[in-house]
């Protein structure tokens, strides 16, 4: 039935481990594509994206095999073709093929990714950075063609340090001739995961995690064998259940190192937090405090996808809070949903004020993207009752499997 059953109210207990990145993995998978051999990537998420982009790949003459949480790609033998279809519009990660298939073949026709109700999600970041590359752009209604014939190092400095715009110049810098220097490039972690496959590999990158990134095009890449970080936001997510709810859990294997704002944030909401080398230990004994102000922004400050799992804890803390969203223009939707429940938001574009109320109580609620989803799971995990989330399919998209992670954390929540 697509949905998640949850009967809330109760304070987290146990143990939980964290999967691999979805974000790291989607632009790793599509790197692979650019080395003539046999890349192993392990600690890989059983998530939906990833099936896509297993698809895309294999679509494109790509060998690509699973074994539990490990993937083999095979691209020795991969052919031109366009990448479209159902797999292309409608997912984001596809995008980074992009720069992959210029890196690997100089040519690719895609359909415009599809964009997603938290913003219209232009590609002009992407397409102006790779024309200075020597990349020509042909737009048709559906689609779109960009060519080089050779690509060429270029001086590139982004208006914004768009994420997947970063992700696709390294794709396409690391093939291209001569050196790449790209300004203003995204620092988040899941780029520096992108930069250590690739040097793996072979490529020669400088200033990796900084906004200046060097790439030394040309280099041979070779199969490697590499290890997924954990998903930075599956364990924020948890972190901030726990402030919602109460309790003590232990998240194995946190990437506790990427996760700085955030735990920041928690501890001013009264979380008590302990690092260790095996993940993160959290204790909520008292009710959570509001946050006056706080916003959304590029790492490392507080990330945007953290921004709904922050909206449902402080339905419930005592006192007003102020949320801004910096990154997306329409992230907001799970507050309707959330009011349904109870709670009180008043939203005008950029801000969300939250006035805590006592409880919320459980009904029907319609998730409407990946990271809405969570967040109303984490309101039933709070409410008094039950909770149905309809739309599971949009969570399972980033998330491997969130009720056996909340059932480990002692939660009374089933799939239907
Ligand atoms: C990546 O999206 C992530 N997705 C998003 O995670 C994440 O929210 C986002 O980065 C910000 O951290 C993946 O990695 C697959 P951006 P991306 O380009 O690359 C505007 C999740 O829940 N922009 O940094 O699309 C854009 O509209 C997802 O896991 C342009 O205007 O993010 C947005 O407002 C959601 N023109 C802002 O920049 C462009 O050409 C940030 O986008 C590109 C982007």
Known sequence: ??????????????????????????????????????????NCPRITDVLHMQK??????????????????????????????ESVTGMRSSLMLLGAMLGRFGEVTMEYPGGCVIGKR??????????????????EEETFTAMAKRLTGSVITLPFPSVGATENVILAAVRAKGVTVLQNAAKEPEITALCNFLQKAGALIEGTGGPVLIIQGGCRLHGVQFKVPSDRIVAGTYLFSVLGTGGHIFLRDAPVSQMRSMLKLAVEMGAEVTASGEGLSVIVSAGKKAVPYVKTDVYPGFPTDMQSP???????????????????????RMALELSKMGAEILTDGKKAVITGVEKLHGCEVYAKELRGGAGLVIAGCMAEGETIVRNRHFIERGYEDICRDYQDLGVNIVTE
């Open 1 to 42: 039935m697509d949905a998640i059953r949850i009967r809330g109210g109760n304070a987290l207990f146990g143990e939980t481990k964290i999967q691999g990145s979805k974000n790291a993995v989607l632009p790793v998978m599509a790197a692979a594509l650019l080395i003539e051999d046999i890349s192993i990537i392990e």
């Open 56 to 85: 895309l790949l294999t679509k494109i003459g790509c060998k690509v095999s699973r074994s539990g949480r490990t993937l083999m790609i095979d691209a020795r033998h991969v052919s031109r073709d366009k990448v479209a279809g």
């Open 122 to 139: 232009p590609i002009d970041i992407h397409l102006d950075a790779l024309q200075k590359m020597g990349v020509s752009i042909q737009k």
């Open 310 to 332: 922050l909206m449902a804890v402080l339905s419930t803390a005592a006192g007003v809070s102020v949320i801004e969203e910096t990154i997306f223009e329409d992230r907001f």
